[in-house]
């Protein structure tokens, strides 16, 4: 009996019936990207390709599916005499007398075993049904704070494909980026959604965010804040010279205009927050002048807090 509209998935693989799993997942990586519709644009024949492609796969690298879709050849293309038909019947092929049509019988495996193969092979689904398949697929993707600064490139495997993202600069945790046509692909139809990149920016031991604003704090020594100083400080964007005016206080802030984070034509600034680092150990020159400064000293670091206590 001929089998209207059958497909031999592992011809189509172009593998043994014996084949690994191995070997039939290889078999169909080489091929899709052979036939992949992004390389062949308006190209009907391969998209028919592979849609077929595609379809073979999902069948043989599912045990269950490819169990009953071996047994249904088996029954089908047999010399099945009454006796061997009886036998049969009784073990593994009941009911394989309805799917005389090889369509029927894929709508039905699909459908059986695979909610999404049901809503792509079925013809009588519903249109609300179909539309609720979501193909888009979302990926964590981790940059550096130097990378999110000044923009980079990435690659990326999706359904072993290379895909190269461009980062733009400015960019910051929790934006997306949206890749089209580089999702999951639907089984069968070679339709395919769309990536959806959800960004992480490292955290960075000096360089904090908010915004478009970048804070860090600066170590400063107890005599470049009471006597000024131009020293030298780090950027994001390279070394440069900051003054610190004479006078200074511990927590206090140097805004620097436009030294921050630039997205679009919008551009952030840049705070140091000052702090007081004294050494861990103090000379004995130190020492000494650390007394004659005690010694002449007309501050009274604690006037106003006795003030306050005593109330």
Known sequence: MALNGFKD???????????????????FRQLARKSHPDLH??????ESKFKEINEAYEILSDQE???SYEKYLSYWLNDRNEKYDDFD??????????FINFDDFLSDLLGRFNEVGQEIYSNISSENKANSLNLDAEFNLQITFVEALNGTKKILLVNDERIEVDIPQGIQTGSKICIKNK?????????RGDLLLKVTVKSHPIWKVKGLDIYADLPISLDELALGANIEVALPQGDTYLLIP??????????????GIQYLDAKGDLFFTLKLKLPEKWSNEELE???KLRSVRIDEPRSSWFDQACT
């Open 65 to 67: 599916k490819k169990k």
């Open 9 to 27: 998935y592992f011809k189509v693989l172009g593998i043994k019936r014996n084949a690994t799993d191995k070997e039939i997942k290889n078999a």
């Open 89 to 98: 019947r009784k073990n593994n092929y009941i009911g394989f007398d309805d």
């Open 183 to 191: 999702g999951n692909i639907q089984m069968g139809k070679a339709k």
């Open 289 to 291: 002048l650390l007394k």
């Open 41 to 46: 644009p308006h190209d009907v024949e391969a």
């Open 246 to 259: 004479s006078g200074s206080l511990p927590e206090q802030k140097i805004k620097l205009e436009g030294q």
